[in-house]
């Protein structure tokens, strides 16, 4: 029963800093610049959100499957695929996360008050030493509050990993595919379990979310 817990888990831990190593130079940039590509660009990005998640795991079965773009390039060239692999169930979840995460890290910041942005600029701080002091230091926390939101998203994530790394006990399983296939096989004992497990977890990121929100809101009225 802990197998599927283990592979939720390795897979929303890696989705999770995939999607924001992906998007933190994105929405930051996008956060403090206007681009003519800036609008097909988040139209991509945030596309997922309002796809259900087996089309977004049909787009990949067509760009990762040996005989399609991707996949055959990666199968000719290395012998590898990431079809029914948890390498493929990491994909498939950072597509589905990266929404909350742009949109996350986004607010957060536009959050930020541009007067201490100025204050550092005209005294020439260059632009690594605002973004590390000036910028991360006053909007960590609803950084924070973002990266937990997408971590949960991951460990819930059942139609496009499914998609694409299908359901394999001991290999690909995780805690939503295998309840699924445990309610279908009458086992809803396990399934329970496995559900309990995951509320819990859901529990305590939104409790932390939550600290973290009110701290926020305190600041900026206390400002």
């Known amino acids: 029963m802990l197998t599927p817990v283990l592979h939720s888990l390795i897979i929303a831990f890696a989705s999770t800093l995939l999607a924001f190593l992906t998007m933190l130079p994105l929405s930051y ?13 988040e ?62 890290l986004k607010s957060a910041f536009l959050s930020i008050d541009h007067d201490l942005v100025w204050a550092a600029q005209t005294l020439s701080a260059n632009a690594r030493t605002i973004f590390l002091k000036i910028i991360l230091p006053n909007c960590w926390q609803p950084i924070l509050a973002g990266i937990l939101l997408s971590f949960c998203r991951a460990m819930g994530e059942f139609g496009a990993s499914l998609m694409v790394a299908g359901y394999i006990e001991g290999k690909t399983n995780t805690i939503a595919s295998s309840i699924y296939f445990m309610v279908q096989q009458g ?37």
């Open 29 to 41: 940039y996008f956060a403090n610049r206007k681009s003519r590509f800036q609008l097909i660009i």
């Open 43 to 104: 139209i991509i990005i945030l596309l997922p959100l309002v796809l259900p998640p087996t089309v977004v795991g049909l787009i990949l079965l067509n760009l990762f499957g040996k005989n399609d773009l991707l996949g055959a390039f990666l199968w000719n060239n290395f012998n590898y695929s990431f079809i029914f692999t948890l390498a493929g169930a990491v994909i498939a979840t950072t597509i589905i996360i990266l929404p909350i995460m742009y949109q996350g």
């Open 187 to 223: 086992n809803m004992r396990t399934a329970i379990y496995l559900g309990l497990i995951n509320v819990i977890i859901g529990i305590f990121a939104l409790m932390i979310i939550h600290i973290l929100t009110v701290r926020q809101t305190n600041l900026t009225r206390g400002m």
